[in-house]
């Protein structure tokens, strides 16, 4: 048994025991997550925003377009030949592929530099966050996803101001037109279940 396959039991096992209330700190976050529900009725309680039917929605997404190739080259080490497609975990770790990298831009002094994570730990503390959490999102983006905090400027100082320098090129077929929580909830989902096909996701 591996590192994560460990954290997912041991997260499976004490689930019960877990803080699921809104507001409550995700594993290995500095911050807590803001509440899921923005809406506040006369009484004062937080309603649920258009979740009717959440649940029973497909999965929105486009077509290739006519004349482009579902193969492609893949253009970093860990996405397949398939559009939009990554290699799983396992396969990436037998290879030794560990560290996932990209290019950053500071808002305030506009230098570019590149940035790596590891992909074991930041994989493993999304999975822990989705486990604590996932009963709470309604097949929604919470806040935290959808205005992250941004990492310091290694070269100004300045805090909470580089963002990542993002392709042009779509990466997931999911349909544009839909709400951003929810693109952005089914992009994290797609992306851990493509990474673990096995995972609770």
């Given at each position: 048994?591996?590192?994560?396959?460990?954290?997912?039991?041991?997260?499976?096992?004490?689930?019960?025991?877990?803080?699921?209330?809104?507001?409550?700190?995700?594993?290995?976050?500095?911050?807590?997550?803001?509440?899921?529900?923005?809406?506040?009725?006369?009484?004062?309680?937080?309603?649920?925003?258009?979740?009717?039917?959440?649940?029973?929605?497909?999965?929105?997404t486009?077509?290739?377009?006519?004349?482009?190739?579902?193969?492609i080259?893949?253009?970093?080490p860990?996405?397949?030949s398939?559009?939009?497609?990554?290699?799983?975990?396992?396969?990436?770790?037998?290879?030794?592929?560990?560290?996932?990298?990209?290019?950053?831009?500071?808002?305030?002094?506009?230098?570019?530099?590149?940035?790596?994570?590891?992909?074991?730990e930041?994989?493993?503390?999304?999975?822990?966050?989705?486990?604590?959490?996932?009963?709470?999102?309604?097949?929604?983006?919470?806040?935290?996803?959808?205005?992250?905090?941004?990492?310091?400027?290694?070269?100004?100082?300045?805090?909470?101001?580089?963002?990542?320098?993002?392709?042009?090129?779509?990466?997931?077929?999911?349909?544009?037109?839909?709400?951003?929580?929810?693109?952005?909830?089914?992009?994290?989902?797609?992306?851990?279940?493509?990474?673990?096909?096995?995972?609770?996701?």
């Open positions: 048994m591996n590192d994560y396959e460990d954290a997912l039991l041991t997260l499976s096992l004490s689930i019960d025991s877990l803080p699921l209330k809104l507001g409550a700190p995700p594993l290995s976050l500095s911050s807590p997550p803001p509440p899921f529900f923005s809406n506040v009725n006369n009484e004062g309680a937080r309603t649920r925003v258009g979740l009717t039917h959440a649940r029973n929605r497909r999965t929105s486009q077509s290739i377009k006519q004349g482009k190739s579902e193969v080259t893949p253009p970093y860990w996405m397949t398939r559009r939009a497609i990554v290699h799983t975990l396992d396969y990436l770790i037998s290879n030794k592929i560990t560290i996932i990298s990209g290019e950053v831009q500071c808002k305030k002094c506009e230098q570019q530099y590149q940035i790596k994570f590891d992909l074991q930041k994989f493993k503390e999304i999975a822990a966050f989705i486990l604590r959490t996932r009963s709470l999102m309604h097949d929604r983006a919470p806040i935290i996803w959808m205005n992250p905090n941004l990492p310091n400027c290694k070269y100004c100082n300045q805090i909470n101001c580089v963002k990542p320098i993002i392709s042009e090129k779509r990466h997931t077929r999911n349909h544009r037109t839909g709400a951003k929580d929810r693109l952005v909830y089914l992009t994290y989902m797609e992306l851990c279940k493509q990474l673990d096909p096995s995972g609770p996701f």
